[in-house]
């Protein structure tokens, strides 16, 4: 366990469904990230959020909506997903600097996962 | 982000030390070295991160060139349990929040 909870652990959705995977965290950071990882591929930043704004989009398609209402919760809605889509989705958090942007020793947390299957 | 480059994989007997090494060429004054490790089936975990000075924790130890352009992991006495892909990372130490992963070094440990 490492404080960083992720809900569902696997989930098998078809491309006209709408979901959400749930990420939780109970170490008082208030830095959230989302990653995908898909296989044989280096883990891709998606979203950072602090202190509940968002302050990286990667580029990631509309079809991933994230959502963060507070510093210990965040979500990713899926919707019109494809299969290429299918990955591991990680969620990790950090402490933040007072200024609201990392240090450079803020470390991530990582949870264990959300295997994605898109049909 | 500054680019870091790692072997693709690696291999170790059990209870050998194992020295990961990690070229950062492109390394700036602010950025921190950190190193991670992916567990099949898990996701990433902290191993040890350092700035300038060599550091040492109770899963490895980071040694740091003294021109920063490369650092090196080791591991003390590997056990089946440290297979993992590793992860040498810069982290910029003047803010913002990204944390690029590249791919890697799959370290296989064997009897």
């Known amino acids: 366990e490492t404080g960083v909870t992720q809900t569902p652990r696997h989930l098998v959705m078809g491309m006209t469904n709408k979901k959400s995977l749930k990420c939780e965290q109970h170490?008082?950071?208030?830095?959230m990230y989302w990653y995908k990882q898909s296989a044989k591929k280096p883990l891709e930043l998606m979203f950072v959020?602090?202190?509940?704004?968002?302050?990286e989009n990667n580029s990631v398609p509309s079809r991933f909506s994230p959502e963060c209402p507070n510093s210990s919760h965040l979500f990713l809605h899926l919707h019109t997903l494809q299969p290429e889509d299918s990955a591991l989705y990680l969620c990790?958090?950090?402490?933040?600097?007072?200024?609201?942007?990392?240090?450079?020793?803020?470390?991530?947390?990582f949870g264990a996962g959300s295997r994605l299957t898109v049909l | 982000d500054a680019k870091t480059t790692q072997p693709n994989s690696m291999e170790s007997n059990e209870e050998e030390p194992v020295h990961l090494p990690c070229n950062h060429s492109?390394?700036?004054?602010?950025?921190?070295i950190h190193w991670y490790r992916q567990l099949p089936s898990q996701g990433p975990e902290y191993v040890i991160h350092?700035?300038?000075s060599n550091v040492n924790n109770r899963m490895a130890s980071l040694a740091i060139a003294e021109d920063r352009k490369s650092s090196t992991l080791i591991l003390h006495r590997a056990t089946l349990r440290d297979a993992a892909v590793y992860y040498c990372?810069?982290?910029?130490?003047?803010?913002?929040?990204?944390?690029?992963f590249g791919t890697g070094t799959q370290l296989k440990v064997e009897l």
């Open positions: 350092g700035l300038t």
């Open positions: 959020y602090n202190f509940k704004e968002q302050t």
């Open positions: 492109t390394i700036s004054g602010t950025d921190y």
């Open positions: 170490l008082g950071h208030n830095a």
């Open positions: 990372i810069l982290r910029d130490g003047g803010g913002g929040n990204k944390l690029t």
């Open positions: 990790a958090s950090s402490q933040s600097g007072t200024s609201g942007r990392a240090s450079g020793a803020n470390v991530l947390t």
